[in-house]
């Protein structure tokens, strides 16, 4: 059984950066061919995919938000973290680790984790 479980802080100012963690139990970043996945829904707003990083550990961003977004992984705690700098009120949302077979599929994840709030605001 594959989960996702994401942790990180509630609050972040604005022009700091959000740092999350996604905690993945049940799969490999290795031996899986996947796309391990970051989306964010902001309040009255649809989902919007962020990025991914593949099994192979290539990197994908929105363009949107390409120039602030990092997503890296650490293979032996199996976790991948998603940093967003420079954040304003606009970033707040509930932020989702999920995973993707195919990096454009994203909305037919077939595993997600149960999601995290974060708001921006000082």
């Known amino acids: 059984q594959v989960q996702l479980q994401e942790s990180g802080p509630g609050l972040v100012k604005p022009s700091q950066t959000l740092s999350l963690t996604c905690t993945v139990s049940g799969a490999s970043f290795i031996t899986d061919n996947y796309y391990w996945t970051w989306i964010r829904q902001p309040p009255g707003k649809g989902q919007e995919w962020m990025g991914a990083i593949a099994g192979s550990g290539s990197t994908y961003y929105s363009p949107s938000l390409k120039s602030r977004t990092s997503i890296s992984r650490d293979t032996s705690k199996n976790q991948f973290t998603l940093q967003l700098t420079s954040v304003t009120p606009e970033d707040t949302a509930v932020y989702v680790c999920?995973?993707?077979?195919?990096?454009?599929?994203?909305?037919?994840?077939?595993?997600w984790g149960q999601g995290t709030q974060v708001t921006v605001s000082s």
């Open positions: 999920a995973r993707a077979d195919d990096v454009t599929d994203w909305a037919n994840a077939d595993y």
